[in-house]
């Protein structure tokens, strides 16, 4: 506990010290450290993201090294993977083209899963990653998504991995790097001297930016801040775009933190922090963005076990987000620019579920936690109102008699029984029943009870069961719970639209 209120001191110290930093002594500071900072427009901006990268780089330093996050990690790893002969990191090679990847990409790193959303120009579209990869590794191809971004045509790829691979898969790739960053850099230099020798003494015309693979405004500004580069050919500039790209990606989440000195000093990227609650919302925002994203059947509701897609509610706004990760954040937006606050929440969350239901059954993992609920009966563990007032009682309440009165109330019971199916399905109702409960409290009090969105890791596309609960008790509140295609890669968007917002 002392580490702990010793760490938040230190990180309340940096927030006031680099608060009273000129924007020039933050980007001095920045410098010494050696931190790329990415192009961007407006001085506000750029001051908060230079205050952003100094904290992580200082809470990166506090870890010591990142040694610990590797046998950490390791550990979490072979407790993941119990039954398993040998211990199975993410393919590398896929890894490393994902990070290579000379296009704009955002990242969201969570407790439990790392995603990433890659913008490929839409005349490489067919350039795939493969569908799985190393033990967790996997790309939704069922996801991508058509972007128009600036006049040109891009496909989002979709991919994620378990978040407790990344030091190990980091690692390697640090052990497969033959090209030190200074070497790399010496490298480029050199041809660009050759290409000086070969190019003609006059500047010829600027290059076309329409036929570059990257942002058309990010080259349009190295182009604009280094006229004297016009000597070189085309390609060097698409070359020097793509390498920052590939330097800097943006990041929410705890991981962008916690993982920031490990990218950096091992692979030499750094990754830019994104808000996790505000990439969540950008995230949404991006999606609901008709004039860039081709959104039709992206949003859907649950009747009677069935998806059934939907057109975006109209008016929009106000209207709730309720994230269910690990825990819960209900959050009010307000408008299309990302106004938005948080109105309240829970930790009683997906981690919540997983936590009890590794420790009261076999389950091992989210999957297995998931597969023992779908043939379990929650009224075996459950306390309902008719279990305490009987039928008619509960109709003199005017409370229907299959209520839950108290989650895990037989429980108490001597001589009550239920198998471990039975309880997974009880766990699961009670962290859905908290938050339709909570959410529908809010919407009611700000008047969007009709626009509720649920989205966040916790209701990926393989817990089915959650959605359907959460659809069914809503409507049951007299209310409608929206959900998204890719809500647990909501993150990851808010992140990519952040790389584009910097460098457009």
């Not at 420790?359 to 075996?380: H, I, P, Q, R, V």
């Not at 359907?468 to 719970?481: D, E, P, T, W, Y």
Request: charged content about 25%; proline content about 4%; aromatic content about 6%.
């Amino acid at each position: 506990m002392g580490q702990i209120q010793a760490s938040a001191a230190a990180e309340s110290a940096d927030s006031d010290l680099y608060a009273s930093y000129s924007t020039l002594d933050l980007q001095r500071r920045a410098a010494e450290f050696g931190l790329k900072v990415p192009r961007l427009k407006g001085q506000a901006h750029k001051r908060e993201m230079l205050i952003a990268m100094l904290r992580a780089h200082d809470a990166g330093k506090r870890s010591a090294t990142y040694r610990p996050l590797l046998q950490q990690d390791l550990q979490l790893q072979r407790d993941s993977e119990k039954g398993s002969e040998t211990p199975s990191f993410c393919d590398e090679s896929v890894v490393q083209e994902m990070l290579d990847a000379p296009w704009l990409k955002g990242m969201d790193i969570g407790g439990t899963l790392v995603k990433m959303v890659i913008a490929l120009p839409a005349e490489a579209a067919s350039r795939r990653f493969p569908a799985t990869f190393g033990a967790t590794g996997r790309t939704r191809n069922d996801l991508d998504l058509k972007l128009e971004l600036g006049g040109k045509n891009y496909v989002l790829c979709f991919a994620s991995g378990a978040t407790c691979q990344i030091a190990a898969a980091v690692s390697s790739l640090h052990g497969m790097s033959t090209s030190p960053r200074s070497e790399r850099a010496e490298s480029r230099e050199v041809v660009c001297k050759e290409q000086l020798c070969k190019e003609p003494a006059s500047p010829g015309p600027r290059p076309c930016l329409s036929t570059l693979s990257t942002s058309d405004s990010f080259l349009e500004e190295a182009l604009e801040d280094q006229p004297t580069r016009s000597l070189v050919s085309s390609s060097s500039f698409e070359r020097d775009a793509q390498a920052e790209i590939r330097r800097n990606i943006f990041t929410s989440g705890g991981g962008a933190h916690k993982y920031a000195s490990l990218f950096r000093d091992s692979l030499q990227i750094e990754l830019v922090p994104v808000k996790e609650l505000t990439a969540v919302v950008d995230g949404l925002l991006f999606l609901a963005d008709g004039s860039k994203i081709t959104r039709q059947g992206l949003l859907y509701e649950v009747k009677d076990g069935v998806d059934v897609a939907l057109p975006w509610p109209q008016p929009s706004f106000p209207f709730l987000v309720v994230n269910i990760g690990s825990g819960v954040s209900i959050l009010r937006v307000n408008s299309a620019e990302g106004d938005y606050e948080r109105v309240g929440g829970t930790a009683c969350g997906g981690a919540t579920f997983l936590g009890l239901t590794r420790a009261l059954t076999s389950a091992n993992n989210f999957e297995e936690a998931l597969a023992l609920a779908e043939g379990g009966d929650a009224s075996k563990c459950d306390l309902l109102v008719r279990d305490i007032y009987g039928e008619e009682g509960s109709s003199s309440l005017g409370l229907p008699g299959r209520l839950t009165a108290a989650n895990c109330g037989r429980l108490c019971e001597d001589n009550q029984s239920s198998d471990e199916q039975d309880l997974a399905r009880a766990l699961l109702q009670m962290v859905t029943q908290q938050c339709v409960l909570l959410s529908s409290a809010y919407a009611r009090q700000l008047d969007c009870i009709d626009r509720v969105f649920f989205a966040g890791g916790f209701l990926e596309e393989g817990n089915h069961l959650a959605r359907q609960v959460i659809a069914s008790n809503f409507r049951n509140l007299g209310g409608r719970a929206y959900f998204l295609r890719h809500c647990d890669f909501l993150g990851a968007l808010g992140s990519l639209r952040s790389c584009i917002s910097a460098t457009s």
